[in-house]
């Protein structure tokens, strides 16, 4: 593991230097601070403060960093994982990293430096290998999404089958225009995998088209969502990938006053059952991801030796409402209540 010294000799500059680099000291040189960072990053170095055991003295402490705080699946994780440190003694230092990318690795980063003696992190980022360095000391979990490009534990519930049964019931209503709507993150990436293997179970075109992957706020989906209702053959319903998309969808739906168009989102969201029509979701248990993070963060700071599967992927459900009718049909999708589970797979 590198040492100080080596950041300075590989930086030429001193080790004091260094270490006002890392302590963020405003009166280095912009060109001095970027030969530091750049010899840190090239030699993964993490400040030795962080090599004290979790045994040896730690605070008894562990983090969490979700995108969002206020968000109700995220905020359930959270409470579950306070819910478990609560009864262990063990404090939770929690971090909201926002949806942009750039700003997590500084968000995460600033909770490791507190000597937490372990972390969970659901991420949003596409290169989470800048971790590696702290993996070596502290333990990590990561919830909701796999970490790109590194190798750790990970609890995800099941986007692809979530992302089936979604359009397999639309499909079943009667649908056989159906848009994808979704984010470009890796569970974006897998929801618009079980949309397209419903679509090829039914035999029915994937057209580019009607799938959009890409930011997900009103005002790119306005001119997105009418561009494919003005096509041809217009969707007659649309698959959302996440609460925020729904949300922004049902916004944009309301602005071209239309109310034609079948729904059905992935992750519930308040107000869904409230709507009218309410909105059919597919339901991701946070408190069961929570627990199951918090649970395997534990049993890693117990017992370090122990061989453990890396990967668990969760049920998800299909709660029916309301909003999947067809134009003309009776716009009952149900009454309510979970109609089944999308398949469950552990590996």
Known sequence: MATMRDVAQRAGVSAKTVSRVVNDDRYVSADVRQRVERAISELQYVP???AVSFRAGRDAAIGVAVPGVADPFFASIIGAVESEASRRGVAVIVTGVGWEPSHEQRSIEA???RQVTGMI????GHDMSYL???QARTPLVFADREPARLTADAVVQDDVGGG????RHLIGHGHRSIAFVGDDSWTGQRRLKGWQRALDGAALPRRRDLAHLGEVDVDTLTPTLARMLETRDPPTAVFSSNARCTVSLLTVLRALRRTDVGLVGFGDFPTAAALTPAVTVIHQDGDAMGRFAVDRLFTRLDQPARK???RTVLPVSLVTRESCALP?????CGHGGVAGKARPAVS
């Not at 089936?164 to 359009?167: F, L, N, V, Y």
């Not at 003309?328 to 009952?332: H, K, N, Q, R, V």
């Open 328 to 332: 003309g049909a009776e716009p009952a």
């Open 121 to 124: 992190i659901c991420p949003v």
């Open 48 to 50: 030795n403060s962080l």
């Open 164 to 167: 089936e049964a979604a359009t």
């Open 132 to 134: 590696r360095p702290w």
């Open 308 to 310: 453990l599967r890396r």
């Open 111 to 113: 909770v490791l430096k």
